[in-house]
T-cell receptor
Framework: EAGVTQSPTHLIKTRGQQATLRCSPI?????VYWYQQALGLGLQFLLW???????NRGNFPPRFSGRQFPNYSSELNVNALELEDSALYLC??????????????FGAGSRLTVL | QKEVEQNSGPLSVPEGAIASLNCTYS??????FFWYRQYSGKSPELIMS????GDKEDGRFTAQLNKASQYVSLLIRDSQPSDSATYLC????????????FGTGTRLKVLA
């Protein structure tokens, strides 16, 4: 069974540009979570999508946005990039129902560098 | 106050010793608690989950939960150098927000 896949692995952008990161959940999983992990700051909750809808978002400005597609894959968009957006962006998926809904399986992450 | 707090460490223990990792959380509506391990340069992976007060054991790992004190801990018995990693405490609230929040992690070093 394929795990959570994220692309691209690495992305280099300059200030003011836009970045798009993509995530494919495990087959059968309907929930997708996005986290930002900046150096030394732990995982900061960004967004939670389930069944195509945004269910919750963390304390990030509106230039962080995303969507979930009918096949449950997701993309994270970061507009007007700032230097402090440089981080590892982790996507995780879980089933919607049952005990498995409590367990997140993470992808390998996309490392965004803003110059 | 942070929603989930952990001591950043590093926590250094000799090989074969018990490592004790602690976590406190602020949301009393939290129902589900997790410990994830993250090796350097890798993504987090689940070690343990616990949902009710008391202890839960799985091999060398024991999770402990005290909801009244809003406290979760992870004990690692017979620590091995391969246990050296950052341990992340995560809390899932079901009190309307359904947020899945992580602490900043405790870095564990097991010395051979």
């Amino acid at each position: 069974e394929a795990g959570v896949t994220q692309s691209p692995t690495h992305l280099i952008k300059t200030r003011g540009q836009q970045a798009t990161l993509r995530c494919s959940p495990i087959s059968g999983h309907t929930s997708v979570y996005w986290y930002q992990q900046a150096l030394g700051l732990g995982l900061q909750f960004l967004l939670w999508y389930d069944e195509g809808e945004e269910r919750n978002r963390g304390n990030f400005p509106p230039r962080f946005s995303g969507r979930q597609f009918p096949n449950y894959s997701s993309e994270l968009n970061v507009n007007a990039l700032e230097l402090e957006d440089s981080a590892l962006y982790l996507c995780a998926s879980s089933p919607r129902l049952g005990l498995g809904a409590n367990v997140l399986t993470f992808g390998a992450g996309s490392r965004l560098t803003v110059l | 106050q942070k929603e989930v707090e952990q001591n950043s460490g590093p926590l250094s223990v000799p090989e074969g010793a018990i490592a004790s990792l602690n976590c406190t959380y602020s949301d009393r509506g939290s129902q589900s608690f997790f410990w994830y391990r993250q090796y350097s340069g890798k993504s987090p992976e689940l070690i343990m989950s616990i949902y009710s007060n008391g202890d839960k054991e799985d091999g060398r790992f024991t999770a402990q939960l005290n909801k009244a004190s809003q406290y979760v801990s992870l004990l690692i018995r017979d620590s091995q150098p391969s246990d050296s990693a950052t341990y992340l405490c995560a809390v899932k609230s079901t009190s309307g927000t359904y947020k899945y929040i992580f602490g900043t992690g405790t870095r564990l070093k097991v010395l051979a």
